[in-house]
Every structure is written in C-alpha cells, then in structure tokens.
C-alpha cells in the first residue's frame, strides 16, 4: 500500500508541474528563481524563495500561486503540518487556485496520516471542481487515502472499489483515454488490491490482467507478479501462487534488485514451508544468507534454517549450517546471532545427551557430551570476546554462565552471571533468569547474603511479567528460604515463607520451605515455635503436600524437648492415618527408639525385631537391627549381640556402609566378651583388612582391638600366651609406624609397652623392660597425647620400674622404687610432664590410681611420712574413696610413722 501510495503522489506531482510565465520585473524575477528551484528539487532553497517573495510582494497578482509552490515544498521537505498551516491559513485568497488548493490541502492530510480528512478533501475537490485539471489526482487521492482507512476500517475498501472499477467514473474514463500511463497502473493494482481484501478473487486477478500486454516498468512488474501471488495463495491456488514466486525471483534477478530478489526468496520459502516441503524452504531461505542481502532478511533466514532443521530433528545439520555461515562470513553483522545461536544449540546438545532438562542443576562429565559443552562455551566466549558492545552480549554471558556451571566451574560461572545481570535489557525474562542463576551461584558458594539480595531482586522488580511470575517466583521464594535459613536469618526466612503461604500454600516447594524453616527453628532450641509454625499450616492447608512429612517433622519437635509420650502419640496417630505411606518405616523406627527412650525397651526391643521383619530392604531395617544387636550387647547377652551384629553386617540386602562395618566391629566385641577369641581375630581383621569399605579410622580401630583381644586371649600353654603376646605387640607397633597421626596412635604405644612388660615377664628377662620404658615415653612426648594418656603412660613406667626392683636388691632396688614413686608423682601433682599449660586439668582417675601405686612404692621404701601425705591426698574429697585393703595397708603405716616418732 505504501508502494502504491509514494507512486501516485509522485506521478500527481508530475502532473502539476507546468509551465510558468516569467516576468522581467523584480517579482517575476524572485518568483522564477524559487520556482527554478522547486523544480530542480532544491526545496529548502524554493522554500524560503517564495517565503520571502509572499513578505516582499504581497501584492503580486501572483501571490496565491507562490504561496501554493511554497506549501508543495514544504511537503517536499515532509513538513506536511507546515503546509496544511500555510493552506488553510490562505484557502479563502485562492481564486482561480482553488481546485489546486484543496488539491494539496488534501494531499498534505495524506501524507501527515489523516486519512479521512484526506479522503473528504479530495471527495470535496472531485465534487465542487469537475472541470479541475486535478480530478484525476483527486479521485486516485481518495482511493489511496480510503485504502489506508482500509486496513482498519474495512468497510472502506467497497468505496475503494467504487471510485477505482466504476465504469463512469474519473478513474475508468481516464484509463480509456490513457491506459497505459503509470498512474492508471497503479490505480489498477490499487482495485486488485482493494478486490483482494474483499475476497473478490476472481474480480482481483481479472483488473490485474487488464494490464497484461502492457509494458510495465521492473518495478511496477513485480508489484503485479507478487499481487498475483498474494490472490492465488489466498484463493487456494498454491502451485500457481508457488510459480509465480519463481516469476518473482526471476523479474528480481533480471532488474538486479537485491531488496525484491530477498523478498522473493522469503515468500518462496515460506510457501514451501506451508506445504511441507521443507527441505526446499530450506533451501530457498539459503539464498538469503549471501552478501549484500538486508540484514533483517538475513537474520530472518538463518533462524528460520536453524528453526527448520530442529523441526525435523536435525540438530547436526543446523549446526553444520551456522559453522558454515561463520567460516564464509566471519566478519558478517550476523556473525554475532550465529555464534549465539550455534552456542546454543551445542549446549542443547549437550543437554539432550546428559538426559535432562535445560535448567537442572545436574553437572557431568559424561562421554559424548563434555566435547559439546566444550564447543559451546568457546562459542559464546568467542561472542563476548569479539564483540563486547553487541546487544546480544547479555544473553551470550547468561548462556556461558551456565556452560561453566555445568562443568562444575561455579566461580567463573557466577563472574558471567553477573556480567549478564549488568547487560541484558531492563525487566526482561533473561535478565530474570540471569539474576536466579547468579543467586543459585552465590548459594552454591555459600554467599548466602549475595544470594538473598539477588532472590530478592526477581520478587522486586519482575512482578510485572507474567511469564517470570509463572516460572520463576515460586522457585525464588523457595530458593530465598533456604539461602535465609542457611545464613541463620529465620526472620527472612519467616516472611518469605508468609509470602510463599499467601501465594502458593497448597504447591510442593512451600511444604519444603517450611519444612526447612522449622526444622531449622527446631535445630536453634525453639521446637515449640516450630511446632506451631507447622501445626498452622497444616490446618489452614489441609490439602498441601507433604502432609505426613511435616506430621512426622511435629513428632520430632516433641522428640527435640524429651516428650517421649507427646512424640509416640504423634508417631501413633500418623501411622494409624498413613498405613501404607513410603515413610512408615520411618515412623515405626522413631516411635520404637522413643519408646526405648521413655523407659521401656522390652517394648522397644519387639518393635525393632518387627520392623526388620516387615521392611527388611528400607534404610531404616539395618538401624533398627543394630538397635538389637546394641540392646543385647549392653544386657551382658554376648552371644546374641554377636548374631544380631552378624545379621547387620552380612545381610546381602543391605549396601555395605560404615554402619555394617561398626557392627562387625562390634561382633568382634561381642566375641571377645564371651572368649570367642577366634571369630574374634576374624571380625577385626575383616574390617581392618577391607581397603575399599570402612573409613580408615575404623579400620585402625579394629586392628587396635584385635590387639587388645591377643592380650587377652586365654590359652592353656604358656607357649601360645607368650606368641600371642609377641603378635600383639606387632599389631601395635605397626599402628604407631604407619599411623602415626590416628587418635589411637598413643593408646598403641601405651598397649605396645604393656606388651613388652608382659613378655619380659613371662620370658623372665627383666633387662628387655627398657623397651617398655621407652614405648611409654613415646606416649608421654607424643603431641597427640591427653593428660589421660600421659598419666597412663607414667604410671605404667612406674609399674615397669617396680617390677624390674623386684628382680633388684639394695641400693640398686631402692634406686629403682624411687623412680617408679617420682613417676606417681608427676602425675599426682601435675607437672608439666603432665600438665602442658594451665588449660589442662588432673585426669581424676589416673591421679588416683598414680596415688594409690605411689602410696604402695613409699610403703615399699619404707617412708611413711611420704606414704601417709599421699594416702592423705587420696582420702581427699575430690577423689573417690580408697578401698578396703589399702586403707588396711595406711592404718598400718600411720602406726609405723608414730612407733618411728617415738623411737627418736
């Protein structure tokens, strides 16, 4: 329409041009020099030529025409208010310039976009000036200006109709007279036009081919051929209307017009997409990716060819097609939508060979699809590399924030995320995505403030979207809980929950959010605001999800402040609602421990037994097992503690963990309480001797017991007592050697030296004791060691020292006894061979048993006044009381101490 349009005003321009008379005078002069320049399109310059002439002549015969030359170039220069103003204001001087008057007062409504002003002014000309020279220009002028009312008043186009097909009428008469001139063309591709939109199919394609054998200009020929296409297609014809496309593209290529060739080309390949028929549409689009072609046509082609291959799931090819583009147009202005684009669908790619969806938090490196990510993080930093000032920048940084968020790289990820934030346009769904990915990147690194601030900025600044308010405000308030609660900010947490409650209180992540927030109030030592918090919302939402998780999480409130009978009844009333839910094993495990909890584990006991039975595969069957094995095992039963622990940890059903491995190491317990010492040896050793299952610090815990075991392993030959003596001081050894940092590094040299002590006694070769006076001293300067085990180990080195007196006599002995006592000593008061810094305190226990060897080895030197103070320091109420046969043992030197006094 606008083509028609710019044609007839210029063809009606042509037509008003005429000669004018010259005058010699001063007048005709100025006036011919404005029209001289209004003629050779100088406009600017005739403007002011004839406003000038109107100031200095105002009383030139002439005047009304030089006022009307000077509003044809106003519109000339598109000041089309200009030229109404200057019209109207002068209308009632115009004289025998009236019919040309209220010809550009029409003309120049038409053209400022006042259709029907225009259309009444050129109605009115046509009216009151039959005889004008501008009927003609009128009568098209009223149908071009109706034809624009057209396209929103569609009642117009009959009066279109009617102006332009009437057989009487300015138009038809003129083209009997002069049918081949451009301007009757026009006028007849304006009736096509105006016959098409009102489906008069037949009667469109018949005025166009009233123009046939005429010869049309390379323009006003495609205008024709693609008003032909436009009929056909809309008639149903689409195989002609697909040959006329072909007509299009060859009238293009003949006339070198690149603009109506990508025309032709698009409406080719759009009508082949219509059809089906697409890998011609393709094809055709293909066309339109050459050099030279407009950038939007460009742009349209690339995404309809990417857009194509996709619909026939194609993803290769379309990759293939953007590659191709960028290795031929590597400096293209496409060049940036192709390497977003290609990033894109690599990464969709990617997605698609992981087995997600775009938008999970999933991260892999798995085959086939790592190479892919790859690619398209090098296409999208190629992107913001290359072209930092694109418009697509933003985008680019938000989909290589997420390429390095899939690989695992969350710090570079959010620096893109971030990037993204500051560059993708105002209160878009990009920008709204870019500031949730920023924030679940600051989440991730436990930037819970950042993340907050940013949850925080989608609720605040996107409520106008509707789309973000769909997808993305549930996820963010949910996302803004857990980012509150992780911070320790339960009062963020509390209203953003209220706010999730208000919006949304019967979907799945508010179930979650307030489970989060009350576990986590209940953590804080608040379960009663916890359980109020639930009890709300479970009965103002009765319907909402979760229902028996945030009953079984009200039980646990009542478990958190000790309300055994509060927590069964809230156990009882769940599982006699909620007989078959997933988590009822849970509850049944729960109320069995809280049951053991208030007292009763003869009922705790039954209902452990009965949950291993009815869910042996569920997670909660191996605890609820080992609570059985424990049972029997702190009930002084050894023997069924060991077979339960043996059904725990052999139980095929269950995955090994460090649970089934603790209960083999407790079988192995369990074993040496009943003097299974063989089965013993083969718990300890499974654990310590299985590298790929229990952590290490288990492992090295057993290996110690199966030491301990070996000391304690009664045998009737002396023989076998000795080697197993000599082996567990192997096993002990190589803890300290290839241990060295493990908590029971000390404690292995504290048995390793009892080891030695043992075997020198029961070799009888008391000078091999240093060896055990030197493992207790590697406890005593170990870093690792505690006060306990410094005491222990002292007090061990004055249990070797004695027993290497015994073996003494005279001044060799007292020598000896008075360093096993200086040992005690060290402990009993705290030295710093015991007490490394005023931090530390007395162990209780080995303070007294260091007062009570001390008190025996003074008795022994016969010192007692040394052996009373300590007895006295023993009797001291910050220790427990002595027993019977030492006491006996202090009476007696007390009576010793006053027969020495009274002999002096």
């Known amino acids: 329409m606008a083509v028609l349009r710019r044609w007839i005003l210029v063809l009606t321009i042509l037509l008003a041009a005429g000669p004018r008379l010259v005058a010699a005078s001063a007048a005709d002069r100025a006036f011919k020099e404005a029209s001289d320049a209004l003629h050779d399109t100088f406009y600017d310059r005739a403007e002011a030529g004839f406003a000038d002439f109107c100031k200095n002549y105002p009383t030139s015969p002439r005047l009304a025409e030089a006022i009307l030359l000077q509003a044809e170039a106003r519109l000339a220069l598109t000041n ?9 204001a002068h209308q009632k001087d115009a004289g025998t310039n009236a019919d040309q008057y209220a010809f550009w007062l029409a003309e120049a409504q038409l053209r400022k976009g ?37 396209q929103t008043e569609p009642a117009e186009w009959p009066r279109v109709i009617s102006l332009l097909a009437q057989t009487n009428g300015v138009f038809q008469s003129a083209v009997r007279t002069n049918a081949g001139s451009d301007l009757m063309v026009q006028g007849q591709l304006l009736l096509s036009e105006a016959q098409l939109a009102t489906k008069d199919y037949r009667a469109a394609e018949a005025s166009l081919q009233s123009l046939t054998n005429r010869l049309l200009s390379p323009r006003l020929t495609w205008q024709w051929q693609y008003l032909l296409y436009r009929i056909q297609l809309a008639d149903g014809r689409t195989n002609a209307a697909l040959q006329t496309t072909t007509n299009l593209l060859a009238t293009a290529a003949q006339n070198a017009q690149t603009n109506l060739l990508s025309e032709s080309a698009a409406l080719q390949a759009n009508l082949f997409e219509s059809l089906g028929q697409t890998n011609e549409a393709i094809a055709a689009y293909q066309t339109n990716l050459a050099e030279g072609i407009p950038a939007e046509r460009r ?49 969709r790619h990617y997605e698609a060979g992981m087995g997600v969806n775009p938008g999970t938090n999933a991260t892999t490196n798995a085959p086939g699809t790592t190479n892919d990510l790859q690619l398209a993080l090098a296409s999208f930093s190629t992107l913001v590399k290359e072209f930092p000032q694109s418009p697509l920048f933003g985008k680019a940084q938000l989909d ?20 993204a934030v500051e560059h993708l346009p105002p209160l878009s769904k990009d920008l709204a995505t870019a500031y949730f990915r920023l924030a679940d990147a600051q989440f991730q690194q436990t930037n819970y403030a950042g993340a907050k601030k940013n949850y925080q ?24 809980v857990q980012a ?40 804080r030592g608040d379960p009663v605001g916890a359980r109020r918090l639930l009890l709300d919302f479970v009965k103002t939402a009765p319907d909402a999800p979760l229902q028996p998780e945030l009953q079984l999480a009200i039980a646990a409130t009542y478990e958190q402040e000790k309300k055994w009978a509060e927590a069964i009844a809230q156990y009882d009333s769940w599982l006699g609602s909620n007989s078959n839910h997933i988590a009822r094993p849970r509850a049944e495990y729960y109320r069995a421990w809280d049951t053991a909890q208030a007292g009763n584990k003869t009922n705790a006991l039954t209902a452990f037994v009965k949950l291993v039975a009815q869910f042996p595969t569920n997670e909660f069957a191996p605890l609820a097992q080992c609570w059985v094995a424990d049972y029997y095992y702190s009930a002084g039963e050894p023997l069924e503690a060991e077979r339960n622990y043996k059904l725990l940890f052999q139980n095929t059903s269950w995955a090994p963990s460090e649970l089934t491995y603790q209960a083999q190491l407790m079988a192995g317990r369990a074993a040496v309480a009943h003097q299974g010492w063989k089965d013993a040896k083969d718990y300890f050793l499974g654990v310590y001797n299985n590298t790929n299952g229990p952590s290490i610090d288990l492992r090295v815990q057993a290996f110690f017991e199966y030491g301990q075991s070996l000391m304690q392993w009664v045998e009737p030959a002396e023989t076998n007592k000795l080697a197993n003596y000599e082996e567990a001081t192997r096993v002990f050894g190589r803890i300290c050697d290839e241990y060295p940092t493990n908590q029971l590094a000390v404690r292995a040299w504290i048995e390793k030296a009892n080891c030695y002590l043992q075997t020198a006694l029961v070799k009888q070769q008391y000078d091999s004791l240093t060896n055990a006076l030197d493992a207790y001293q590697r406890a005593i300067d170990s870093p690792q060691a505690d006060v306990a085990a410094r005491s222990e180990a002292k007090v061990g080195q004055a249990i070797v020292l004695a027993k290497w007196a015994e073996q003494k006599t005279g001044a060799e002995q007292t020598a000896l006894l008075k360093r096993a006592l200086s040992n005690c000593l060290d402990v009993v008061y705290g030295t710093k061979m015991i007490l490394r810094d005023d931090n530390e305190k007395p162990d209780p226990r080995w303070t007294q048993r260091a007062g009570e060897r001390g008190f025996y080895l003074a008795e022994a030197l016969q010192s007692w006044s040394q052996a009373v103070n300590i007895y006295m320091r023993l009797t001291n109420s910050v220790w427990p009381l002595v027993d019977v046969s030492l006491q006996k043992h202090a009476a007696k030197a007390f009576e010793n101490l006053e027969r020495d006094k009274s002999n002096r």
């Open 457 to 480: 900025a989608i609720i605040e600044k996107f409520g106008a979207l509707p789309e973000v308010r769909a997808n993305l405000f549930e996820r963010t308030l949910y996302q803004e």
């Open 80 to 88: 089309s208010a200009g030229a109404i103003e200057l019209l109207m």
């Open 400 to 419: 290589l924030g997420w390429c390095y968020w899939r690989a695992g790289n969350i710090p570079l990820g959010e620096a893109a995320f971030q990037a």
């Open 114 to 150: 006042d259709y029907r002003a225009a259309s009444d002014g050129f109605a009115k000309l046509v009216k009151e000036f039959p005889a004008s020279a501008r009927l003609l220009g009128a009568s098209m002028g009223e149908a071009s200006a109706r034809a624009s009312l057209a």
């Open 484 to 523: 509150s609660v992780a911070e320790g900010d339960l009062t963020t947490a509390t209203n953003t929950l209220q706010k999730m409650l208000a919006a949304y209180s019967n979907h799945l992540d508010t179930a979650r959010a307030l489970l989060w927030t009350g576990r986590e109030i209940s953590r």
């Open 299 to 347: 742009r349209q082609a690339l995404l309809k060819i990417i857009e194509l291959s996709l619909a026939q799931d194609k993803l290769p090819q379309a990759t293939q097609t953007l590659e191709k583009f960028l290795a031929q147009y590597p400096h293209s202005d496409l060049a940036e939508l192709a390497l977003l684009t290609l990033g894109e669908l690599r990464l």
